[in-house]
């Protein structure tokens, strides 16, 4: 079974910016497409960022394109979304999950999440 540890959220003011690591463990990481969650209070969780397994294919949501960068180390099992650039409306838990393609956009394939990690935008 594959488990996932989300870190590196934090306190950060408006146009700061803050780099989210998500370990995850299981020999098969590194042919898994993987990619970045969030919900935030009295919200649905929605789709932020995804990568393959490679590397080589990003994906974003429109609301984050632009200052939103995942990326991953195979070698470390660990991906990462750096964001730049952050609003008050990003203020979230942020999850990662292998993801797949469904319904036009990315949804997780694990039926189970980490406990993310907070991320909180002051205006």
């Known amino acids: 079974q594959v488990q996932l540890v989300e870190s590196g959220g934090g306190l950060v003011q408006a146009g700061g910016s803050l780099r989210l690591s998500c370990a995850a463990s299981?020999?098969?990481?590194?042919?898994?497409?993987m990619g970045w969650f969030r919900q935030a209070p009295g919200k649905e969780r929605e789709f932020v960022a995804g990568?393959?397994?490679?590397?080589?294919?990003?994906y974003y949501a429109d609301s984050v394109k632009g200052r939103f960068t995942i990326s991953r180390d195979n070698a470390k099992k660990t991906v990462y979304l750096q964001m730049n650039s952050l609003k008050p409306e990003d203020t979230a838990v942020y999850f990662c999950?292998?993801?797949?393609?469904?319904?036009?956009?990315?949804?997780?394939?694990?039926?189970?999440w980490g406990q993310g990690t907070q991320v909180t935008v002051s205006s």
């Open positions: 999950n292998v993801i797949k393609r469904g319904g036009g956009s990315w949804a997780p394939l694990l039926d189970y």
């Open positions: 299981g020999r098969t990481f590194s042919i898994n497409n």
């Open positions: 990568i393959s397994w490679g590397g080589g294919s990003l």
